[in-house]
């Protein structure tokens, strides 16, 4: 099975950008569906982002749209989220998740994930 490790989670001012990285070790993740995911204190779990196993597909959640971009280095094995004009409510916990599967569609609701890392902290002040 695959391991997932996020990085890149820290405290920025609004309006500026943040690059998390998800590293994938144990397996590669070309036939994994990817996921990015968020969890603010108090509320529940929320799909950000995904691109599919065979990375010619991404979709977002609304609230992102436009401003966040996932991607995914083969090479490298690991997936980002490159996160522009942040906002006060991106502040969460942000989740990489993976799906494994080679059925094109879309994974937008977070409890359809398989595995998970263990989340890095992005705090977005006013």
């Known amino acids: 099975q695959v391991q997932l490790v996020e990085s890149g989670g820290t405290l920025v001012q609004a309006g500026g950008s943040l690059r998390l990285s998800c590293a994938a070790s144990?397996?590669?993740?070309?036939?994994?569906?990817m996921g990015w995911v968020r969890q603010a204190p108090g509320k529940e779990r929320e799909f950000v982002a995904g691109?599919?196993?065979?990375?010619?597909?991404?979709y977002y959640a609304d609230s992102v749209k436009g401003r966040f971009t996932i991607s995914r280095d083969n090479a490298k094995n690991t997936v980002y989220l490159q996160m522009n004009r942040l906002k006060p409510e991106d502040t969460a916990v942000y989740y990489c998740?993976?799906?494994?599967?080679?059925?094109?569609?879309?994974?937008?609701?977070?409890?359809?994930?398989?595995?998970w890392g263990q989340g890095t902290q992005v705090t977005v002040s006013s």
């Open positions: 144990g397996r590669s993740l070309g036939s994994y569906a």
């Open positions: 998740a993976a799906k494994s599967t080679t059925i094109a569609r879309r994974y937008s609701l977070w409890n359809e994930y398989d595995y």
């Open positions: 691109l599919s196993w065979s990375g010619r597909s991404t």
